[in-house]
């Protein structure tokens, strides 16, 4: 058996390997192809921009979780009216983003529906995704017709949460797909509406390009940007993309191995009218931003060290998000702003020495056929993760931002976890001062 990579091997399969739901890495891969799910959209959501959004986010966020393949039931087939992907017709962005078109519903396979569509046969779970204005919802009972259209974001997010809650039940926890979600963009903790969308951030530095970067860039893709016009993203992130990479990163394809990741975000958000300046080169602390460059920081690093510099890179505002570790915390988050009531240095403690892990089961066997050890504890150390969570964070964390755009109060600190989305701790920023960046109109 040749040498570990750990860059190759899958983070979904690891998660599956370290909770204990599969014995070896083939085992696990063996039970991640019999995880599959359909997507049923009715006809006015085939219609709606941001119900589209949510479409292709459910799609493009399960197949990476679920190998055994996403299925897709069209109503009607619409033009796509999101940025990505725009004038194509809807099945043709459905498909290329992995989705199997079909003409029928099958009994028995587990269902996330959007619109008001029949529950469908057989013991299988059946989740309904629905958002009003900037509330996401996930029921196991259709919804009430919305007073109020969904924003782009929380429709997403009500996919993001479908998928979780799909993801969940597959893997045997017991309410998931059986409960009913109400989760706010505009009040995390309170389910209060907000104002309509009407403009848009038009500059932004996105730092770290993995997961949760490239979830930001994603969602970036998906709101109601115009097609042409002139928006500043940086793009800083020293790495190239890897197959492991594939299981997170919403932009990420087979072909896109080796590239790196500030190329492959630029080759698409050029595309969709954002111009992009490159930063190819880690952050290790010190200032980063010079006048005339973005004023927000979207933080996406897994670099505890960077992370604790957050303060020092020069911006008047910075949102980050951070995911929890390990096989019971991959489906928490926390988002924060800065700067807050508390130093970033003093925010997140020192990184400590991580012992060494003993090899055991999956990890022991893997050695036993490689001979390996050092790959295999690289492996062992490799965190765990599902880009239906990195996606959730994305939203809560543009969400923020928007929010402060449309006039509504600035968060310190946003904290869950999709184990159970219901509980949510909230930390006001106080007396932040206003937030004063350039934005654009809406296309309507």
């Known amino acids: ?28 891969e063996a039970l991640l192809r019999t995880y599959r799910m359909q997507l049923v959209i009715g006809a006015e959501q085939c219609a709606q921009a941001p119900w589209q959004a949510a479409a292709l986010s459910i799609v493009n966020t399960a197949k990476r979780a679920m190998h055994g393949g996403v ?74 017709p919305p007073a109020v259209a969904a924003e782009t974001p929380a429709a997403v997010l009500a996919g993001s949460l479908a998928v979780s809650e799909i993801f969940q039940w597959l893997r045997g926890h017991v309410v998931a797909a059986d409960r009913t979600l109400h989760v706010s963009l505009w009040n995390p903790g309170e389910q209060q509406d907000g104002p309509p969308i009407t403009h848009l951030p038009a500059e932004l530095w996105l730092l ?11 969602l970036l893709s998906l709101l109601p940007y115009p097609l042409k016009g002139s928006r500043a993203l940086f793009l800083q992130d020293d790495d190239c993309l890897s197959a492991a990479n594939r299981a997170t990163s919403l932009l990420h394809s087979g072909s896109a191995i080796t590239q790196r990741k500030t190329r492959l975000l630029a080759s698409v958000m050029d595309e969709l009218g954002w111009e992009t300046t490159l930063i190819e080169r ?11 460059e973005p004023g927000v920081l979207l933080g996406g690093v897994d670099n505890l060290d960077a992370r604790r510099s957050l ?31 508390r130093p970033s240095r003093e925010t997140w403690p ?65 904290d869950l976890s999709l184990r159970d989305p219901s509980q949510i701790t909230v930390l006001s920023a106080g007396d932040a001062p206003t937030l004063r960046i350039a934005s654009v109109a809406c296309a309507r």
Request: aromatic residues 6%.
């Open 1 to 28: 058996m040749p040498a570990i990579d750990p860059e190759s091997v899958d983070r979904v399969a690891k998660l599956l390997v370290d909770a204990g739901d599969a014995a070896s890495f083939p085992e696990a």
């Open 71 to 144: 299925t897709v039931i069209l109503n009607e087939d619409s033009p796509c009216l999101v940025p990505f992907g725009h004038g194509e017709p809807l099945s043709s962005v459905l498909a290329l983003l992995g989705g199997t078109l079909a003409e029928q519903r099958e009994p028995g396979v587990a269902t996330i529906a959007l619109g008001t569509h029949e529950p469908p046969v057989g013991s299988a779970p059946c989740v309904w995704a629905s958002a009003q204005g900037w509330i996401a919802t996930v029921s196991p009972t259709p919804p009430v």
């Open 208 to 218: 770290g390009l993995g997961h949760l970067g490239q979830a930001y860039a994603w």
């Open 282 to 292: 880690r952050y290790h602390g010190g200032k980063l931003r010079t006048p005339g």
């Open 311 to 341: 303060d020092e890179a020069g911006f008047p505002v910075v949102y980050d998000a951070g995911l929890g570790a390990g096989p019971d915390g991959f489906l928490a988050m926390s988002i924060r702003r800065l700067p807050g009531s």
């Open 350 to 414: 020192a990184p400590r020495p991580r012992p060494q892990r003993e090899l055991s089961g999956a990890y022991a066997q893997l050695e036993a056929l490689s001979g390996d050890r050092c790959g295999v504890e690289m492996l062992a150390n490799r965190t765990v993760a599902t880009s239906f969570v990195g996606l959730a964070a994305a939203c809560f964390l543009i969400g923020g931002l928007l929010r402060e755009l449309h006039g509504g109060p600035a968060l310190e600190l946003v």
